[in-house]
């Protein structure tokens, strides 16, 4: 009995403390963790789909009033980690991390938020400002895209239908 009280000891004493040392250490994170949600505003399109399937109604897009994108916000106190969002993205710029680490200060609340600009582009014809077509929009309709679509998406929807109805015309003149 003595013996087996000093065999635990010996391998406690050898195997040292087993207590997580966070948060004064590094801690073991399981790498697919759904934790902080990160936004990737060269992939967002502002379609805003990820806003309208909030769980945890956490995103808010706000258009700024020049017309030259819009802010968006993610509220990392009202997340519920559901991964709706990176899962309904047409394009994946929104997505988790594993970072877990939500600890604040009371009076800190509302600075916990992940905040990023869409920048939104001008069409070449007319100058008018509209959403983004990134890559990864075009990648995920068409695989890859030809030069002539990439042209044509770099133009705003007004210019894309006039231009579209010119090439119409052209062919019936052919
Ligand atoms: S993050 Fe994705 S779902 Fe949300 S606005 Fe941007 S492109 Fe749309
Ligand atoms: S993980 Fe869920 S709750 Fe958090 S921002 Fe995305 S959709 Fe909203």
Known sequence: MVLSIFKVLWNNLRQGPSTDPFPFGETFTPARLRGKVTIDPDSCVGCGVCATVCAGNAIKH???EDGSGKDFYVWHNTCTFCGMCHHYCPTKAISQTNNWSTAHRNEDKYK????????????????QTMPNMPHAMLDHIYGTPTEELENIYSLCPECRRQKAAQQFGAHIHD
């Open 112 to 127: 916990k938020k992940e905040h990023e600009f869409i920048a939104y582009a001008r069409c070449p014809e007319c100058d």
């Open 62 to 64: 706000v258009e700024r």
